[in-house]
């Protein structure tokens, strides 16, 4: 009997998660059409890679990201003739990759298209959250492997900038399996470069449980935390973890101050420090609302590195291409916890805060004015240009900018649909996301006002729309020619 064929790029799915994003209305049957053949045409024709330093083809992400935004097919299909200008084209490998060979490849990427095949016939046959939970969460594919290899897939998940789990998320949440399957392909072929921040200990027993991967990696490092160490009823928030790694002044000790070259130098300089720092961080197997919870500490971490981090009161703001990617892969967490064991969260998580933490420091470890940030006027940016004439008798009044920009986010997400280039769509949805979850904060939560990080208590639920609109004004600095740097600074906070 021949076997069933798997769809690999179905309609868009409701996502997994409650706290996973929702697309906004303007998709069509035309518009889910177009992205379908789109996504199955870059499947076939396009490598992961577009050059010979591993530059990411990201095509896909970019038409996602423009759907979930309510784009229509023209945007879509532009989109698409753009990117596909500069993609290397696929081709077969060397051999085919089984369970036997699995690990004699890794990091090869002449065997891209053989991890595809392996992978889509695995999502066949056991479905996308079982594997998931074998090819990047279990010991055998970790530091178990046949023959005694350490194949190490979770440390290739979370490489090149997690392009691979950012790949792997947009899968989960739209329930889409060809991103699932172009995603485990993708961290097959990628290097193992940060086996210092995710140590064997993680997968000591399979039957490791929530809370237990804490210990272990403590008694592996044989801490002495003494009288800081979380007692266990004790959260230790990782806003908590962030200002102890600001603190750090060994850890502002770069290798080098290249800006692009700084990161595997950093962390075999200072892994073993930020894991000690991470292993603070608490995890309180008994709350079944945890995951979330610790999804959200991430969030807010991760757009403050980025948003806070690159504003300094009268400079322009230091929009930074890498830290961005700390707050675009943060989307994809709810969506990929959202089916996976209790132990994989935690270890994804945890694993996830580390790698957030090695490259905000390989940037130059930006501090945080965040009193300064929040006394600034940026609560309620405008966009400039043109406005439509309000009318009569708009509410508050006729000439109020509140009546040609009701809604602060709406013109941030116009902006971003057109703009041609493919990271800020993905941006603004995911600050845009994290303000409809977050948005109603106050400052002085207990939560916040409790961690160790200076003026935390000043935080609150404006921090998403601020951040959208400082990274959307310096869209107006940079040239339009995308044939250059486009639209991002890339020099790091190193001065």
Request: charged share 20%; hydrophobic share 40%; proline share 7%.
């Amino acid at each position: 009997m021949s076997e069933i064929p798997i769809d690999l790029f179905p309609a868009p799915s409701p996502p997994p998660s409650r706290i996973s994003p929702r697309s906004l209305p303007g998709s069509t049957h035309q518009s889910t059409t177009v992205l379908r053949a789109l996504l199955k045409e870059n499947h076939e024709k396009f490598h992961v890679f577009f050059n010979a330093m591993g530059f990411h083809n990201h095509m896909t992400h970019y038409l996602l990201a423009l759907w979930g935004l309510g784009a229509d097919s023209e945007i879509i299909q532009a989109a698409y003739a753009s990117e596909s200008a500069f993609q290397a084209p696929a081709y077969e490998s060397p051999e085919p990759i089984t369970v036997d060979n699995f690990h004699n490849h890794l990091g090869d990427e002449k065997f891209y298209n053989a991890y595809l095949k392996f992978f889509t016939e695995a999502v066949r046959s056991e479905g996308i959250w079982q594997t998931l939970e074998k090819f990047i969460f279990s010991s055998e594919f970790n530091y178990n492997g046949r023959d005694n290899t350490k194949p190490e897939m979770l440390n290739r998940f979370l490489d090149g900038l997690l392009h691979p789990m950012i790949h792997v998320g947009y899968g989960c949440e739209f329930g889409l399996p060809g991103m699932i399957v172009e995603g485990l392909a993708s961290a097959a072929v990628h290097h193992d470069t940060t086996t210092v921040l995710l140590p064997e200990s993680m997968w000591k027993s399979e039957a490791t449980s929530v809370g237990t991967v804490t210990s272990l990696l403590s008694s592996s490092l044989n801490l002495g935390l003494g009288t800081s160490s979380p007692s266990p009823s004790k959260n230790v928030h990782a806003l908590t973890i962030l200002a102890r790694v600001l603190k750090d002044q060994h850890l502002g000790e770069l290798v080098n101050k290249d800006p692009i070259g700084t990161f595997t130098g950093n962390v075999e300089k200072h892994g073993q420090s930020l894991l000690k720092y991470v292993s603070q961080w608490t995890f309180d197997s008994s709350d079944p609302k945890e995951v979330e919870r610790k999804v959200e500490e991430l969030v807010w971490t991760n757009v403050i590195i980025y948003g806070i981090g690159g504003w300094s009161r009268g400079k322009a703001f230091n929009s930074d291409f890498m830290l961005m990617h700390l707050v675009t892969s943060s989307i994809f967490l709810s969506s990929i916890t959202a089916n996976i064991k209790a132990a994989s969260q935690e270890i994804l998580l945890r694993g996830y805060l580390i790698l957030s933490l090695a490259w905000w420091i390989s940037r130059g470890r930006p501090g945080f004015d965040i009193e300064g940030f929040f006394n600034e006027d940026t609560a309620y940016p405008v966009p400039q240009g043109p406005f439509p004439t309000p009318h009569a008798q708009s509410l508050p009044s006729p000439v109020s900018p509140k009546a040609t920009t009701p809604n602060p986010w709406f013109p941030i997400i116009q902006t971003s649909l057109v703009i041609p280039d493919d990271h800020i769509p993905k941006l603004h949805r995911a600050l845009a996301h994290f303000g409809s979850l977050y948005g109603n904060r106050a400052p002085g939560e207990p939560d916040f006002a409790g961690t160790e990080l200076p003026f935390a208590e000043k935080l609150d639920g404006s921090l998403f729309i601020r951040v959208a609109g400082l990274a959307n004004e310096r869209l107006r600095d940079k040239d339009l020619d995308i044939s250059g740097s486009k639209f991002w600074d890339r020099q790091g906070f190193f001065l």
